[in-house]
């Protein structure tokens, strides 16, 4: 054994020996800060052209191949209407257009972020930051067409701000007692079926009001024929039915023989014809569920498959069983919406 050298004999003396020195850890590379902002930056544009690209093309893929399958035969097609060769073209530009829009936006807000955070500081800028950003990276929406109006992707991202600003009014100790009604714990039905018997209303006597794209969404899945919508509009208005023949014309072409009263005070035999009441809302349930599913087949499948698709890999049971579930729910859903009018 070897012995042990005099340092050792007089800090063992004196009692105060300190611990050896450490050496100090070695400092970050002056480059690692700018690869990080460099590395955040290109992944968060990656991520959004993927998404977007990803969303917009796997719904306009959907749509192609319903159109393709429903029009099959070019005398079914009416004079005016698109080709299936111009329908692919379009979705093609609509989804490149949607990749950059999303992936400009992406971009630019981490870019701003990060360049704000680090000339001022991220604890400085905390409050201020994000909004600053979002202000910049919002006129990457032009990337989408120039001539073409978002009026309900801007109502959506207004609600999400609303929404945020409400979980933030509820948690502030000055705005707290004001967005006290909003913790109601079923005030968010409340106010969707307000929302609800608006649109309805409007859909039956005044579709005017609504956009082109609300109505053709209603007329598809509402299930009824324009003349039906006319007949209750009339009644509901207190005047003579306008079209009493054509209403009977088109249940003929059904398959209904009826013959209506131009008196009738209540509107039942022109919306379901010689079916009952109760009769009409079970078998038009099941008819609009058929309508809903193809709705909501790409608005959860796609998701999955895009921007979920590592936890697809690792458990494809557990993303496929979700968004199955969330088909049938949201299918149920808009069915139940649009039974709920007749």
């Known amino acids: 054994m070897a012995p042990a050298p005099p340092e050792d004999f007089q800090c063992a003396a004196n009692g105060n020996?300190?611990?050896?020195?450490r050496k100090p850890p070695p400092a970050p590379a002056a480059g690692d800060g700018e690869l990080r902002w460099l590395r955040r930056c290109v992944?968060?544009?990656?991520?959004?052209?993927?998404?977007g690209a990803g969303l917009k093309g796997g719904l306009a893929l959907?749509?192609?191949?319903?159109?393709?399958?429903?029009?099959?035969?070019?005398r079914s097609r009416k004079a005016g209407a698109m080709t299936n060769e111009e329908a692919v073209v379009l979705a093609l530009k609509e989804t490149v257009r949607y990749g950059l829009f999303l992936g400009?936006?992406?971009?630019?807000?981490?870019?701003?972020?990060?360049?704000?955070?680090?000339?001022?500081g991220r604890k400085r800028t905390a409050r201020w930051r994000s909004l600053l950003a979002g202000l910049i990276a919002g006129p990457s929406m032009l990337l989408t067409g120039p001539g073409t109006q978002h009026t309900s992707l801007a109502i959506y991202i207004l609600m999400r701000a609303a929404v945020l600003a409400s979980r933030?009014?509820?948690?502030?100790?000055?705005?707290?007692?004001?967005?006290?009604?909003?913790?109601?714990?079923?005030?968010d039905i409340f106010l969707m079926c307000l929302a609800s018997a608006q649109i309805l209303s409007a859909y039956i006597l005044k579709q005017d009001s609504l956009p082109s794209s609300y109505k053709s969404f209603l007329n598809k899945h509402g299930g009824k024929d324009l003349t039906i919508l006319q007949g209750v509009k009339d009644i509901v208005n207190h005047t003579a039915?306008?079209?009493?023949?054509?209403?009977?014309?088109?249940y003929k072409s059904v398959g209904v023989d009826i013959k209506l009263d131009p008196n009738m005070k209540?509107?039942?035999?022109?919306?379901?014809?010689?079916?009952?009441?109760?009769?009409?809302?079970?078998?038009?349930?099941l008819q609009a569920y058929g309508r809903a599913v193809p709705v909501y087949v790409p608005v959860y499948l796609v998701p999955?498959?895009?921007?979920?698709?590592?936890?697809?890999?690792?458990?494809?049971?557990?993303?496929?069983?979700?968004?199955?579930?969330?088909?049938?729910?949201?299918?149920?859903?808009?069915?139940?919406?649009?039974?709920?009018a007749w």
């Not at 992944?43 to 998404?51: L, N, P, R």
């Not at 502030?172 to 005030?187: A, E, H, Q, Y």
């Not at 209540?266 to 078998?283: A, E, L, M, R, Y």
């Open 104 to 120: 400009t936006f992406a971009g630019s807000y981490v870019s701003v972020d990060e360049y704000i955070a680090a000339v001022w």
């Open 266 to 285: 209540v509107p039942c035999p022109i919306v379901h014809g010689n079916q009952s009441c109760t009769g009409h809302v079970f078998s038009f349930l």
């Open 43 to 51: 992944e968060a544009a990656g991520k959004g052209f993927a998404i």
């Open 62 to 74: 959907f749509s192609v191949l319903v159109r393709i399958r429903s029009r099959r035969s070019p």
């Open 241 to 250: 039915i306008s079209n009493l023949a054509g209403i009977e014309k088109y």
């Open 17 to 21: 020996c300190a611990a050896p020195p």
């Open 304 to 340: 999955a498959l895009v921007v979920h698709r590592q936890h697809l890999m690792k458990s494809p049971s557990t993303i496929l069983g979700k968004s199955l579930l969330g088909i049938a729910r949201s299918s149920l859903f808009l069915s139940v919406y649009c039974a709920s």
């Open 168 to 187: 933030c009014g509820i948690k502030s100790k000055r705005f707290g007692k004001i967005c006290k009604p909003l913790t109601w714990s079923n005030g």
